[in-house]
């Protein structure tokens, strides 16, 4: 079935050769056992919280809740490693760039996933688990360029007992650290980790996009669906769910697992 469904992708990979931009989100990782977001199963993160948790107003109120909340959703990340659909994205920079394609690999998922199988043009365009920031904006460990690796944060005091007490602090200035994602309630520019201007200046030159995994819900997906409308890109989204857009959206949806279509898409490619 994968193997079919795919080529209509193949066909557009082989037929374009301008730039190559795949925008992956949590869907890509649900295979490892990381839940999504906003799908339909009772464990998508936010059917079981409150939208709330994941902003700069929480950490203003509340850094020990919500640090708490943030460093148990990153215990399960922690343990997941990649599939096969994130080994296939790596395995097609590699044919693409082999190619002298240009390509470029965008997530809104704050795991580590993509690294681990291996691919190389990446931007988190929402952050990343593994890193913790200082919520004072101007510190060197801070926004707009600094943040700190979690495994350089001693967490076991606060792990056994979250409280104002235990609540880890930055080592330059003491400001409680929060995590190093982007908040519902802040802006893609606000941090340089997120290398928003890149991801623009990709869109606008993009051949091909490719969705995989996502519902469309945020700033980054309208972003590059608007540049890919403006310049006639060949658009195409693999997920499961069914497609969440306007019919009129000239975007081909293949209705198949990543972890199924991806890899096919590469073994096409690789025969050629």
């Known amino acids: 079935m994968a193997g079919e469904t795919c080529e209509p992708l193949v066909e557009a990979l082989r037929r374009e050769d301008g730039p190559t931009v795949v925008v992956t989100g949590?869907?890509?990782?649900?295979?490892?056992?990381?839940?999504?977001?906003?799908?339909?199963?009772?464990?998508?993160?936010?059917?079981?919280?409150?939208?709330?948790?994941?902003?700069?107003?929480?950490?203003?109120?509340?850094?020990?809740?919500?640090?708490?909340?943030?460093?148990?959703?990153?215990?399960?990340?922690?343990?997941?490693?990649?599939?096969?659909?994130?080994?296939?994205?790596?395995?097609?920079?590699?044919?693409?760039?082999?190619?002298?394609?240009?390509?470029?690999?965008?997530?809104?998922?704050?795991?580590?996933?993509h690294e681990q199988a291996g691919s190389r043009r990446l931007i988190k365009v929402h952050g990343t688990a593994d890193r913790l920031r200082c919520g004072r904006t101007g510190c060197p460990l801070g926004a707009p360029l600094g943040s700190i690796a979690r495994t350089d944060v001693d967490l076991d005091a606060f792990k056994l007992d979250p409280c104002p007490a235990s609540l880890p602090r930055c080592p330059r200035c003491a400001t409680p650290l929060r995590p190093h994602v982007l908040f519902f309630d802040e802006y893609y520019d606000d941090h340089g980790d997120y290398r928003f201007a890149e991801v623009e200046a990709a869109a606008d030159g993009a051949a091909l996009l490719l969705?995989?995994?996502?519902?469309?819900?945020?700033?980054?997906?309208?972003?590059?669906?608007?540049?890919?409308?403006?310049?006639?890109?060949?658009?195409?989204?693999?997920?499961?769910?069914?497609?969440?857009?306007?019919?009129?959206v000239p975007l081909r949806h293949i209705q198949t697992p990543a972890e199924m279509l991806l890899p096919a898409l590469v073994s096409a490619l690789g025969r050629d």
């Open 26 to 113: 949590a869907g890509i990782s649900a295979a490892s056992g990381i839940p999504t977001f906003r799908g339909r199963e009772p464990g998508a993160v936010w059917r079981a919280h409150d939208l709330s948790l994941a902003t700069e107003a929480t950490y203003r109120r509340d850094p020990v809740g919500q640090l708490a909340w943030y460093l148990e959703r990153f215990a399960a990340v922690e343990t997941a490693r990649p599939n096969a659909g994130h080994h296939a994205l790596a395995a097609l920079e590699d044919l693409l760039g082999a190619r002298g394609r240009r390509f470029l690999l965008v997530t809104q998922n704050i795991d580590t996933l």
């Open 211 to 248: 969705f995989v995994g996502t519902s469309f819900s945020v700033g980054v997906t309208s972003l590059l669906l608007e540049a890919g409308l403006r310049h006639g890109a060949s658009m195409f989204s693999v997920d499961p769910e069914p497609l969440r857009l306007p019919s009129t």
